[in-house]
């Protein structure tokens, strides 16, 4: 780890750090779009529909709360994890990052965003945020086709075999030998 390359100015932000091969050059403004449309949703909802309100009223809070906030929790800490992975070392070429939790699944920073939303669905109960979440998904799941493509381009046969051993998004319960 090369802790003088923080003060280079290419270094100031990700997108125009050197290091980092694969991100998507608006994925950050599309998740931001994600959100807010899902946040859009949820307020439509609650305030106009009342969707979920309806559905609430089957599942209390006592049994709704703590299964989100373990989601949510989990969600955060897989995201948190891996930008700490991913941003945390300052190289001067890119490097494939696969130990860790991504070992495990190839994005856990999108996974861990997913959970997010996916626990925030199971405390609202809202349908039409569910709706939006699909939505959402396919987003992921394109930004992460898309950097998997660079990646390609970047680590040929290195990031091919890491495709081939490791999934896009749900862990593997038992390795294969």
């Given at each position: 780890?090369?802790?003088?390359?923080?003060d280079?100015?290419?270094?100031?932000?990700?997108?125009?750090?050197?290091?980092?091969a694969?991100?998507?050059?608006?994925?950050?403004?599309?998740?931001?779009?994600?959100?807010?449309?899902?946040?859009a949703?949820?307020?439509?909802?609650?305030?106009?529909?009342?969707?979920?309100?309806?559905?609430?009223?089957?599942?209390?809070?006592?049994?709704?709360?703590?299964?989100?906030?373990?989601?949510?929790?989990?969600?955060?800490?897989?995201?948190l994890s891996?930008?700490?992975?991913?941003?945390?070392?300052?190289?001067?070429?890119?490097?494939?990052?696969?130990?860790?939790?991504f070992?495990?699944?190839?994005?856990?920073?999108?996974?861990?965003?997913?959970?997010?939303?996916?626990?925030?669905?199971?405390?609202?109960?809202?349908?039409?945020?569910?709706?939006?979440?699909?939505?959402?998904?396919?987003?992921?799941?394109?930004?992460?086709?898309?950097?998997?493509?660079r990646?390609?381009?970047?680590?040929?046969?290195?990031?091919?075999?890491?495709?081939?051993?490791?999934?896009?998004?749900?862990?593997?319960?038992?390795?294969?030998?």
């Amino acid at each position: 780890m090369n802790n003088q390359l923080k003060d280079d100015p290419r270094y100031i932000n990700h997108e125009s750090r050197p290091d980092l091969a694969g991100e998507h050059p608006q994925g950050d403004r599309y998740q931001l779009y994600a959100f807010l449309t899902f946040f859009a949703a949820v307020l439509l909802d609650h305030f106009f529909l009342g969707w979920a309100a309806h559905f609430r009223s089957f599942v209390p809070f006592g049994a709704r709360f703590p299964i989100a906030l373990l989601i949510v929790l989990f969600g955060i800490f897989l995201s948190l994890s891996g930008i700490h992975a991913v941003f945390s070392e300052y190289t001067e070429q890119p490097r494939m990052i696969t130990l860790g939790l991504f070992s495990h699944v190839r994005h856990p920073v999108y996974l861990g965003a997913l959970l997010v939303y996916i626990g925030l669905i199971a405390f609202l109960l809202s349908p039409l945020a569910l709706v939006v979440f699909l939505a959402v998904f396919f987003l992921y799941d394109w930004l992460a086709q898309d950097e998997e493509t660079r990646m390609l381009k970047v680590f040929g046969q290195q990031y091919e075999e890491y495709r081939l051993k490791t999934p896009r998004w749900l862990p593997r319960i038992f390795k294969r030998i």
